[in-house]
């Protein structure tokens, strides 16, 4: 059962798309992985967000803000394989206790 969260809730679920996992140059595991919403849009407020990890590989969710003049889906990846999160709004996983923006 899902607890009280405040303003919309979001359902996401996170879930490896199959195939073999890979070992990337700096370490980490890495595979293709698949998340789903219930919605795409949400009004301006505050939001929750109910994940659920539906593998049993360990995933994470990381919230960041996108900036106005940026197109979803086009934020940088360094070098190493990985995203920026400074900045990040909230973010959890198996290995992370949750983080609400504060």
């Known amino acids: 059962m899902a607890p009280n969260l405040p303003g919309p809730v979001v359902g996401v679920s996170l879930t490896n798309m199959g195939g073999p996992m890979m070992r990337r140059p700096n370490g980490m595991m890495g595979g293709a992985m698949r998340m789903t919403a219930d919605r795409s849009t949400v009004a301006h407020g505050t939001v929750s967000f109910l994940v659920t990890n539906a593998d049993t590989i360990s995933h994470e969710l990381v919230i960041l803000p996108l900036p106005e003049n940026q197109i979803p889906g086009t934020r ?20 992370c206790p949750v983080r609400q923006a504060g």
């Open 76 to 95: 940088q990846i360094g070098g190493d394989a990985k995203i920026d999160e400074a900045g990040s709004l909230g973010e959890a996983s198996n290995t």
